[in-house]
């Protein structure tokens, strides 16, 4: 079925471009609806309508008990409308049905009611100074905010950028991936919907070269969010420093660590818990634990009892709840899951199971699990963004350290022990923003989300979020 071709949404209204975009679905790979293909003056009209609306104050002076509440139906609106939200979300990146609706709308409203609820308990300071001086400090919203999100979980990752932005008082310009914009279209028409004053969220679509290199290098844009890969991570710094030296905040991914003591508690549990962890969303996540790290003494066992759950997962179109695992997001993406693949045969890495596409439709891939795969190959270090699990043995907990840590990125990470004092150990050793212990995977928008190394700086979620989208005015008052 044919959605209706979807526009920017600007000033609180749709705001059609002169060119257009065709959205492909993974799930049979037609086009199915298209978007607008945004220039740079579509991004000055919609960074200009934020402009306006945080200099007039409509949104930032508004009682902050009006703006929760403003928030909280928005969030409502949102849970009324999950099950379109994420059919839709699902013909456009390919997430199974099931992750989708918890994921997508389910996840967005409970964040934006989260920070709803920060709005009137997050404030200044009083600094003791000399006894003839008083010292205010005020946090005051930024301006104007970029937001610049992925395609594999567009309405999560999108909330986590926009609520704490809009709570504290700013205006957002929200540009989506081109290839999975339409559920956030949506939801800045529900935000209006629930009382969110024209111009305050805008969403324009577009290819990254074009629509987000001109957001990125605004010279009106007072800071950046992004979450994507490190190659344009490093184009939106260079942009940043070209411009007015807007402060940018990156999560670009990671390849992530997930390591298997010989104590483990419950093997079942972790076979399981890995499998989710790199096949969920065919392994389509920042946080996917990519590579199995486990004791040489335990790893046949453990593997023998990941492969047998690999193989039984149904893979198959998204919107069919009896199907586990839904799509590869694009021709694109599939065709470099691929090429990883036959990279790692040729370094003599071995193939377990999986390793090819399946169906004649669509884009879908097979789970794959390669063993005895070495720190040095590129299979270790690369991250794939798709469904392919590495598998490396090692004898002493200091080798696991040292494995885990073997990669220029630091997400995420998972340890399954039943040593108490190891697993604090590795928690303070392992170079990652998250790890995991005896569990994997997860979200929960009380916690922050960031990375280390070249997986980024900055944080999503929690309140240390809100750091970046205010800044902190001193007053110093003579008494």
């Given at each position: 079925?044919?959605?209706?071709?979807?526009?920017?949404?600007?000033?609180?209204?749709?705001?059609?471009t002169?060119?257009?975009?065709?959205?492909?679905?993974?799930?049979?790979?037609?086009?199915?609806?298209?978007?607008?293909?945004?220039?740079?003056e579509d991004?000055?009209?919609?960074?200009?309508?934020?402009?306006q609306?945080?200099?007039?104050?409509?949104?930032r002076?508004?009682?902050?008990?009006?703006?929760?509440?403003?928030?909280?139906?928005?969030?409502?609106?949102?849970e009324?409308?999950?099950?379109?939200?994420?059919?839709?979300?699902?013909?456009?990146?390919g997430?199974?049905?099931?992750?989708?609706?918890?994921a997508?709308?389910?996840?967005?409203?409970?964040?934006?009611?989260?920070?709803?609820?920060?709005?009137?308990?997050?404030?200044?300071?009083?600094?003791?100074?000399?006894?003839?001086k008083?010292?205010?400090?005020?946090?005051?919203?930024?301006?104007?905010?970029a937001a610049?999100?992925?395609?594999?979980?567009?309405?999560?990752?999108?909330?986590?950028?926009?609520?704490?932005?809009?709570?504290?008082?700013?205006?957002?310009?929200?540009k989506?991936?081109?290839?999975a914009?339409?559920?956030?279209?949506?939801?800045?028409?529900?935000?209006?919907?629930?009382?969110?004053?024209?111009?305050?969220?805008?969403?324009?679509?577009?290819?990254?070269?074009?629509?987000?290199a001109?957001?990125?290098?605004?010279?009106?844009v007072?800071?950046?969010?992004?979450?994507g890969?490190?190659?344009?991570?490093?184009?939106?710094?260079?942009?940043?420093?070209a411009?007015?030296?807007?402060?940018?905040?990156?999560?670009?991914?990671?390849?992530?660590p997930?390591?298997?003591?010989?104590d483990?508690?419950d093997?079942?549990?972790?076979?399981?818990?890995?499998?989710?962890?790199?096949?969920?969303n065919?392994?389509?996540?920042?946080?996917a634990?990519?590579?199995?790290?486990?004791?040489?003494?335990?790893?046949?066992?453990?593997?023998?009892?990941?492969?047998?759950?690999?193989?039984?997962?149904?893979?198959?179109?998204?919107?069919?709840?009896?199907?586990?695992?839904?799509?590869?997001h694009?021709?694109?993406?599939?065709?470099l899951?691929?090429?990883?693949?036959?990279?790692?045969?040729?370094s003599?890495?071995?193939?377990?199971?999986?390793?090819?596409?399946?169906?004649?439709?669509?884009?879908y891939?097979?789970?794959?699990v390669?063993?005895?795969?070495?720190?040095?190959?590129?299979?270790f270090?690369?991250?794939?963004?798709?469904?392919?699990?590495?598998?490396?043995?090692?004898?002493?907990?200091?080798?696991?350290?040292?494995?885990?840590?073997?990669?220029?990125?630091?997400?995420?990470?998972g340890?399954?022990?039943?040593?108490?004092?190891?697993?604090?150990?590795m928690?303070?050793?392992?170079?990652?923003?998250?790890?995991?212990?005896?569990?994997?995977?997860?979200?929960?928008?009380?916690?922050?989300?960031?990375?280390?190394?070249?997986?980024?700086?900055?944080?999503?979620?929690?309140?240390?979020?809100?750091?970046?989208?205010?800044?902190?005015?001193?007053?110093?008052?003579?008494?």
């Open positions: 079925m044919q959605v209706n071709p979807a526009h920017n949404f600007v000033e609180g209204k749709q705001s059609p002169k060119e257009r975009i065709n959205v492909v679905s993974p799930i049979d790979g037609q086009v199915f609806t298209e978007i607008s293909a945004s220039r740079a991004i000055d009209m919609a960074v200009a309508s934020a402009r609306a945080f200099t007039d104050g409509r949104w002076r508004m009682a902050p008990s009006k703006r929760r509440d403003v928030m909280n139906r928005w969030a409502q609106l949102i009324a409308e999950a099950l379109p939200l994420a059919v839709l979300g699902v013909r456009d990146n997430t199974e049905i099931g992750m989708a609706l918890k997508e709308p389910g996840s967005a409203a409970q964040t934006i009611r989260y920070y709803a609820e920060a709005i009137d308990k997050v404030g200044g300071e009083v600094i003791p100074t000399t006894e003839d008083l010292c205010l400090v005020h946090r005051e919203p930024l301006g104007v905010v610049l999100v992925p395609w594999n979980f567009p309405m999560m990752i999108g909330a986590w950028k926009i609520a704490p932005a809009i709570a504290m008082g700013n205006s957002v310009v929200l989506p991936s081109e290839s914009s339409l559920t956030l279209i949506r939801m800045a028409e529900l935000a209006v919907e629930a009382g969110l004053p024209p111009g305050v969220l805008n969403v324009v679509t577009g290819h990254g070269h074009e629509a987000g001109a957001l990125a290098g605004h010279m009106d007072d800071a950046l969010l992004f979450t890969s490190g190659g344009t991570g490093r184009h939106l710094l260079t942009a940043s420093a411009s007015n030296m807007k402060p940018v905040y990156l999560e670009l991914g990671g390849k992530s997930n390591i298997v003591f010989a483990t508690p093997l079942d549990v972790a076979a399981k818990a890995a499998v989710g962890a790199i096949f969920r065919s392994g389509q996540t920042c946080v634990g990519a590579r199995l790290i486990v004791a040489s003494s335990i790893k046949d066992q453990l593997l023998e009892r990941i492969v047998s759950i690999a193989e039984a997962l149904k893979i198959g179109d998204p919107l069919d709840p009896a199907n586990d695992v839904g799509a590869v694009s021709e694109a993406q599939l065709a899951n691929l090429s990883h693949v036959e990279k790692a045969k040729s003599g890495a071995t193939l377990v199971t999986g390793g090819h596409a399946l169906h004649a439709e669509g884009f891939m097979a789970p794959t390669f063993d005895t795969v070495a720190p040095t190959d590129a299979l270090r690369e991250e794939v963004f798709g469904p392919v699990l590495t598998v490396t043995s090692f004898e002493t907990e200091e080798e696991a350290l040292a494995l885990a840590n073997a990669s220029d990125l630091g997400l995420a990470a340890v399954w022990t039943s040593d108490l004092s190891r697993a604090h150990r928690v303070r050793d392992i170079q990652a923003g998250v790890v995991h212990v005896n569990t994997y995977g997860g979200t929960d928008h009380t916690i922050p989300m960031g990375g280390v190394k070249q997986s980024g700086y900055g944080y999503d979620r929690s309140l240390r979020a809100v750091d970046q989208v205010t800044h902190m005015k001193s007053a110093l008052i003579a008494l």
